[in-house]
């Protein structure tokens, strides 16, 4: 990339002085920022070869093993959970779930325990007067593709404290005591998979600076624009980066919103002063509502307990083979903290549908949101897709099982889909997660009055994602995807 501006013309060069940010908004910078495809770095011509040079040098070989042969992991003799002889980390234990009225009112299954809150941080700085985001190329154990598109820091409490004994994590003092530093755009605890993490929370965050740090070899300062269109390449831009781009107080493009078109409706909704069909106070109620009136409650169990699932030395599965597998992994590592570890991982059968069936309603997007249970939650129900699953495991539940809605995002016609990509869930703790995550406007048949769902603006949902416990990760890494449709 040509760049007389840096020191060398290397895209983790550290940019010449900044330009100072000025008194417009936020949400304005933010705007001007995802319009910018090539910025004042240059464009992504060179990325291919930038990020392929990077995972030539930053690489996992992953190997299975047996659980009862995992290093540094012991089974405990009398419930059969696996831990960390250290304490730390993570455990797999058992969970007992009693829904009653649910399709499948009671199971059992393995569940991944990790009560520590990590940190997923964006470090942002405005280069000649244009935010940029600090974006990480990492590797982990559990990507289909090796190297992904990361945060600035992407850390669990164990890792930034070094449990590890392994190398301290880059620009880690940025997001410590953070309460004392001016410039955060975002800062709130978000939970992460219910369904395989047991009330699982990591802090998002993403700090402004005055002026951008160096980038140091597998970072590289990029617009927000150029993040959206690499969320559009296959797997490239990882779950953590997604949540925490959703976070941000993106309200799409200033002005008015010409047209009746579908960009044009999407601009509206992320506007505070557009009509929604529902207020944000009536959706609170009607959330509070389905949280009261839930019956579902869990326990844990030993994993030695868990029902229909059977444990190997190799790994633990299924009666029917479906749902996940928990199996053991050696990893072997060049550009991580640690050179080489042993570990537990949750191998999904199958590849996910993640969707958001959007409308437009009164010339203004609105998103049809489903208020999810998932035996991890900590409060019970949160806004998950329209439709989140994983279609072959529906082959061993009772008939009618199947969401509501599958049908209408897997027959869509080509035109209705806005948004169509593989993406991957979290490489540290899943093996090769892989969802095809899908925005599709919905047809006329679709109903407005599921008591399950309800249909929101981009607008609403931003306001709730300043919060805890409100949106789930999966509609998340939805939401971002919609935010870079703004302007591409």
């Known amino acids: 990339m040509s760049n007389s501006r840096t020191p060398s013309a290397t895209p983790s060069a550290t940019p010449s002085a900044a330009s100072p940010v000025g008194r417009e908004p936020v949400e304005r910078r933010i705007d001007v920022s995802a319009g910018l495809r090539t910025g004042p770095l240059g464009d992504l011509s060179d990325f291919p070869q930038w ?5 030539r040098r930053a690489y996992t070989r992953v190997r299975r093993v047996p659980l009862d042969g995992l290093e540094g992991w012991v089974t405990d003799p009398d419930t059969g959970d696996l831990r960390h002889h250290t304490g730390q980390f993570f455990t797999v234990h058992g969970l007992r779930v009693s829904n009653p009225g649910a399709p499948v009112p009671e199971w059992s299954q393995p569940i991944i325990d990790q009560p520590e809150i990590g940190i997923l941080g964006i470090l942002a700085a405005p280069i000649d007067g244009v935010l940029h985001l600090l ?3 990492k590797v982990e154990p559990g990507n289909a593709n090796g190297l992904q598109l990361s945060p600035t820091v992407q850390a669990t409490r164990s890792n930034y404290t070094q449990v590890h004994r392994g190398r301290a994590v880059p620009y880690l003092s940025h997001f410590l005591d953070i309460h004392s530093r001016p410039g955060v755009l975002a800062d709130v605890r978000q939970s992460e998979q219910g369904s395989w993490f047991n009330r699982k929370r990591n802090r998002n965050v993403v700090i402004e600076l005055p002026e951008p740090v160096e980038a140091i070899d597998g970072f590289r300062w990029l617009t927000l624009g150029q993040v959206h269109e690499l969320l559009g390449r296959e797997d490239t831009v990882n779950m953590d980066a997604r949540t925490v781009l959703s976070c941000l107080p993106f309200t799409g493009p200033a002005g008015p919103a010409d047209g009746d078109g579908f960009r044009s409706a999407l601009r509206r909704s992320g506007d505070p002063s557009a009509r929604s069909l529902h207020s944000t106070a009536e959706i609170l109620g009607w959330l509070t509502e389905r949280r009261t ?3 579902l409650t869990t326990r844990r169990i030993p994993l030695a307990k868990v029902a229909g699932w059977n444990r190997t030395p190799e790994r633990m599965s299924h009666d029917e083979d479906a749902f996940f597998n928990v199996i053991g992994v050696r990893v072997e590592a060049a550009g991580r903290e640690v050179g080489g570890w042993s570990q537990p991982m949750i191998e999904p059968v199958g590849r996910g549908v993640i969707a958001f069936l959007v409308r437009r309603i009164d010339g203004v997007l609105h998103v049809l949101a489903h208020a999810r249970t998932e035996p991890g939650f900590t409060d019970v129900v949160e806004l998950g897709p329209t439709v989140q699953c994983v279609t072959d495991s529906y082959a061993h539940l009772p008939p009618g099982t199947l969401p509501p ?3 209408e995002v897997l027959g869509a016609s080509a035109e209705r889909i806005r948004f169509d990509n593989a993406l991957s869930e979290e490489g540290g703790r899943f093996h090769h997660a892989l969802n095809r995550y899908l925005i599709v406007e919905a047809s006329d048949d679709v109903p407005s009055d599921h008591p399950a769902y309800r249909w929101l603006t981009l ?20 939401i971002a995807c919609l935010h870079s449709l703004y302007s591409g």
């Open 51 to 55: 990020f392929a040079e990077h995972a």
């Open 135 to 137: 974006m990480q190329a």
């Open 293 to 295: 009136g839930s019956d």
């Open 405 to 407: 809605f599958l049908d």
């Open 459 to 478: 607008h609403q949902l931003s306001g709730l994602l300043k919060h805890s416990h409100y949106v789930n990760i999966q509609a998340r890494s939805l």
